[in-house]
Nanobody, 122 residues
Framework: QVQLVESGGGLVQAGGSLRLSCAAS????????MGWFRQAPGKEREFVAM????????YVARSVKDRFTISRDNAKNLMYLQMNSLKPEDTAVYYC???????????????WGQGTQVTVSS
């Protein structure tokens, strides 16, 4: 059984930082793309960032690329999203996902975590 578990969300003031973690278990993810998505209240879920486990390919959405960084620890099957200079509009539930294709299209991801809430106060 494949499991993805996010952690690290919480309440932070605008301008602050948070680091989200995604722990993967159940199978080898060495060839998978891991992605972060988020869904704000009343909005569609959107792509945030992705990284391939097998190499150093990463991509961060333009809307957050100057503030967010994605990284991974292959040995521990962990992925991170470092979020700096947070803004109230970053408030959302953040999801970790895994899929075979290197893509920002969420329908291409096969496995999803339960999400972690990030709330940024003004």
């Amino acid at each position: 059984q494949v499991q993805l578990v996010e952690s690290g969300g919480g309440l932070v003031q605008a301008g602050g930082s948070l680091r989200l973690s995604c722990a993967a278990s159940g199978r080898t993810f060495s060839t998978y793309t891991m992605g972060w998505f988020r869904q704000a209240p009343g909005k569609e879920r959107e792509f945030v960032a992705m990284a391939r486990w097998r190499n150093d390919f990463t991509y961060v959405a333009r809307s957050v690329k100057d503030r967010f960084t994605i990284s991974r620890d292959n040995a521990k099957n962990l992925m991170y999203l470092q979020m700096n200079s947070l803004k109230p509009e970053d408030t959302a539930v953040y999801y970790c996902a895994a899929g075979e294709s290197y893509t920002s299209v969420q329908s291409q991801y096969d496995y999803w975590g339960q999400g972690t809430q990030v709330t940024v106060s003004s």
